[in-house]
């Protein structure tokens, strides 16, 4: 492909994306003392898996294709098990 500059950088996004989410990760189980998964983990996944689904369909990769797309059911299902969570609470107090 002749100037793919676009792609290189959708890939590379996705990527920074990814790394984000273990950065805040880190960041964040340190100031709680304890391993935490904050909320934003799962909306940098989703992000930086459509990043890197696009990248991987326009590079017609079908390795790299199924693997980003089956990430999606777990950083959904974790998101919608949060949300729960939090309505639950309100619902409580």
Same mark, same amino acid.
């Given at each position: 492909?002749?100037?793919?500059?676009?792609?290189?950088?959708?890939?590379?996004?996705?990527?920074?994306?990814?790394?984000?989410r273990f950065f805040v990760q880190w960041i964040?189980?340190?100031?709680?003392?304890?391993?935490?998964?904050?909320?934003?983990?799962?909306?940098?996944?989703?992000?930086?898996?459509?990043?890197?689904?696009?990248? @991987?369909?326009?590079?017609?990769?079908?390795?790299?294709?199924?693997?980003?797309?089956?990430?999606?059911?777990?950083?959904?299902?974790?998101?919608?098990?949060?949300?729960?969570?939090?309505?639950?609470?309100? @619902?409580?107090?």
């Amino acid at each position: 492909m002749k100037n793919e500059w676009w792609l290189l950088a959708i890939g590379f996004l996705g990527q920074g994306l990814f790394f984000m989410r273990f950065f805040v990760q880190w960041i964040y189980s340190e100031k709680q003392r304890k391993s935490i998964i904050p909320e934003s983990f799962w909306y940098f996944s989703i992000g930086g898996s459509i990043c890197l689904l696009i990248y @991987a369909v326009l590079r017609r990769d079908i390795v790299f294709t199924i693997g980003q797309t089956t990430g999606f059911i777990i950083y959904f299902r974790n998101l919608y098990f949060i949300k729960k969570e939090k309505r639950k609470k309100i @619902a409580n107090s």
